[in-house]
């Protein structure tokens, strides 16, 4: 990060269970500056102390909205819903946790991507 000045910074610690990373946001530039790193000591020291301590555990669908699902989640990444009964105002893309209809109750449907 170049200076400090007119940064809006948001530090998420995120984990799948597996893998633990860190992702840097400062809103306060144009365009957005988002960094994604392994470790701590790879976020720059003026600002490292604002880090949370804890990992917070990132779903795919979540992964996606701090685009890191390629890095968390990479089986999942770009994937399409294989429903063929969706309303022209669904979205396409597979939500996974978020999905109403993966419950497996709806007319008997079960989601292949589902674990």
């Not at 809103?27 to 102390?49: A, L, N, Q, Y």
């Not at 669908?61 to 390629?70: C, I, N, P, T, Y």
């Not at 770009?78 to 946790?97: A, S, Y």
């Amino acid at each position: 990060m170049k200076g400090l000045e007119g940064m809006s910074l948001d530090i998420r610690y995120l984990t799948n269970g597996e893998k633990e990373i860190f992702v840097v946001i400062n809103k306060g530039v144009s365009p957005i500056h988002v960094s994604v790193v392994d470790k701590r000591s790879e976020i720059d020291k003026r600002i490292c102390r604002y880090a949370p301590n804890e990992p917070q555990f990132c779903e795919p669908d979540f992964a996606f909205r701090f685009g890191v699902q390629e890095t968390l989640y990479p089986s999942l990444a770009g994937r399409k819903c294989v429903r063929t009964d969706l309303k022209p105002h669904n979205p396409d893309r597979c939500i996974f946790e978020g999905c109403r209809y993966n419950l497996g109750k709806k007319a008997g449907y079960k989601c292949s991507y589902r674990l």
